[in-house]
């Protein structure tokens, strides 16, 4: 459908466009109280090296984990794999309430082995608590990783909790997301309605081929001649009755040619 003869059907629908736009509006302001704030609450945990590590001699030398963070990154992209699993988001979805979510991602924003975990909730004791739970799944799966190892504890990958939220952050963007979506739905979906009844009603108005030619046959079939005709016999009333059928004949023509016209103008 052509986006000139959408607008044209608005034009003429226009009052059912001003009632959409109020039962969108309405719609909109329902979701958005009825969703409401949620609160936001973030952590960090730096993938820590092995404070030791084995030289070539195979004596066991003390080093500054600091200085070889690089060297943990691809155990940090494991752990990340590892808690967002399909197990651990099950797990998660039924431990807390609808609406709770959860996003785990490596920190991009530099070189150093971190994970950055965000969780949304609507209530701010479930915003910390969810997010506790995911921060101390690190270590454990950590060590799960080097189990089968048999690693002293001092060669293991460990981890640290850099920083984490104990007050939640208040946000509306789940708000803000359900109100765009509903708005963009039903206002949407109304106009395209809107627009499909009114080609509907439009197209039962407008006449059928049929018609039209059965009218331009009857028309065809009754030649009109505006000029005056001579009769010998005038009737005894003192009228032409040739002149006034012509008159007439002529008058319902023109009557049924301008209803074409209007028809033509309308659709």
């Given at each position: 459908?052509?986006?000139?003869?959408?607008?044209?059907?608005?034009?003429?629908r226009w009052?059912?466009?001003?009632?959409?736009?109020?039962?969108?509006?309405?719609?909109?302001?329902?979701?958005?109280?009825?969703?409401?704030?949620?609160?936001?609450?973030?952590?960090?945990?730096?993938?820590?090296?092995?404070?030791?590590?084995?030289?070539?001699?195979?004596?066991?030398?003390?080093?500054?984990?600091?200085?070889?963070?690089?060297?943990?990154?691809?155990?940090r992209?494991?752990?990340?794999?590892?808690?967002?699993?399909?197990?651990?988001?099950?797990?998660?979805?039924?431990?807390?309430?609808?609406?709770?979510?959860?996003?785990?991602?490596?920190?991009?924003?530099?070189?150093?082995?971190?994970?950055?975990?965000?969780?949304?909730?609507?209530?701010?004791?479930?915003?910390?608590?969810?997010?506790?739970?995911?921060?101390?799944?690190?270590?454990?799966?950590?060590?799960?990783?080097?189990?089968?190892?048999d690693?002293?504890?001092?060669?293991?990958?460990?981890?640290v909790?850099?920083?984490r939220?104990?007050?939640?952050?208040?946000?509306?963007?789940?708000?803000?997301?359900?109100?765009?979506?509903?708005?963009?739905?039903?206002?949407?979906?109304?106009?395209?309605?809107?627009?499909?009844?009114?080609?509907?009603?439009?197209?039962?108005?407008?006449?059928?081929?049929?018609?039209?030619?059965?009218?331009?046959?009857?028309?065809?079939?009754?030649?009109?001649?505006?000029?005056?005709?001579?009769?010998?016999?005038?009737?005894?009333?003192?009228?032409?009755?040739?002149?006034?059928?012509?008159?007439?004949?002529?008058?319902?023509?023109?009557?049924?040619?301008?209803?074409?016209?209007?028809?033509?103008?309308?659709?």
């Amino acid at each position: 459908m052509e986006m000139r003869v959408v607008w044209r059907s608005l034009r003429r629908r226009w009052y059912l466009v001003l009632a959409l736009a109020v039962l969108t509006l309405g719609a909109t302001l329902l979701v958005a109280q009825r969703t409401g704030e949620t609160y936001e609450a973030t952590a960090t945990v730096l993938v820590f090296p092995p404070a030791q590590a084995q030289d070539p001699t195979g004596a066991m030398t003390q080093a500054n984990p600091y200085l070889v963070l690089g060297g943990v990154s691809q155990a940090r992209d494991v752990v990340v794999r590892a808690l967002t699993s399909k197990k651990i988001a099950d797990t998660f979805g039924e431990t807390y309430p609808t609406g709770t979510t959860f996003e785990i991602t490596p920190d991009f924003t530099n070189s150093a082995p971190i994970i950055v975990f965000t969780v949304e909730a609507p209530a701010p004791d479930v915003a910390i608590e969810a997010l506790k739970t995911l921060t101390d799944r690190v270590p454990v799966e950590l060590e799960k990783m080097q189990s089968e190892l048999d690693l002293p504890a001092g060669e293991q990958v460990t981890s640290v909790v850099l920083t984490r939220d104990e007050v939640p952050a208040t946000t509306k963007k789940a708000m803000i997301r359900s109100a765009l979506m509903t708005m963009a739905g039903l206002g949407g979906l109304g106009l395209l309605l809107i627009a499909l009844v009114d080609g509907w009603l439009t197209g039962r108005r407008s006449p059928s081929p049929e018609d039209t030619v059965a009218d331009d046959d009857a028309g065809a079939s009754a030649p009109v001649s505006l000029h005056p005709v001579h009769v010998d016999a005038p009737a005894p009333d003192g009228r032409d009755p040739d002149r006034a059928a012509q008159v007439e004949v002529t008058a319902r023509l023109l009557k049924r040619r301008g209803r074409r016209d209007q028809r033509g103008e309308a659709s």
